[in-house]
């Protein structure tokens, strides 16, 4: 099982950046995908998830709602965080996690994480 995340960057406040995480060794149509962040000093917080392809739900942080948009493209293994109207608490490591049907708070597989700035 691997998760490759990528796309973070430097960006400034009020700008976007989109994420991506290519997966590949297990049957991603059952597998939900979520991502997480971290920052130095805080603990692990859950940014987005989407189901399996099954149930294609999503769940969003409340730090998050209506500024960032979770998808996946089944075709291509991949899920996909649409970050916009960045902040700078938005700044963190930012990982992608894969879990059968539904993402809980420790999901088995784990990318290596993409670093996010967010700063002027």
């Known amino acids: 099982v691997q998760l490759q995340a990528s796309g973070g960057g430097l960006v400034q406040p009020g700008g976007s950046l989109r994420l991506s995480c290519v997966t590949s060794?297990?049957?991603?149509?059952?597998?939900?995908i979520g991502w997480f962040r971290q920052s130095p000093g805080k603990e692990r917080e859950g940014v987005s998830c989407?189901?399996?392809?099954?149930?294609?739900?999503?769940y969003y942080a409340e730090s998050v709602k209506g500024r960032f948009t979770i998808s996946r493209d089944n075709a291509k293994n991949t899920v996909y965080l649409q970050m916009n109207s960045l902040k700078p608490e938005d700044t963190a490591i930012y990982f992608c996690?894969?879990?059968?049907?539904?993402?809980?708070?420790?999901?088995?597989?784990w990318g290596q994480g993409t670093e996010v700035t967010v700063s002027s």
């Open positions: 996690a894969a879990e059968r049907m539904r993402i809980t708070a420790t999901p088995p597989y």
């Open positions: 060794g297990f049957d991603f149509d059952y597998y939900a």
């Open positions: 989407i189901s399996s392809r099954m149930d294609d739900n999503t």
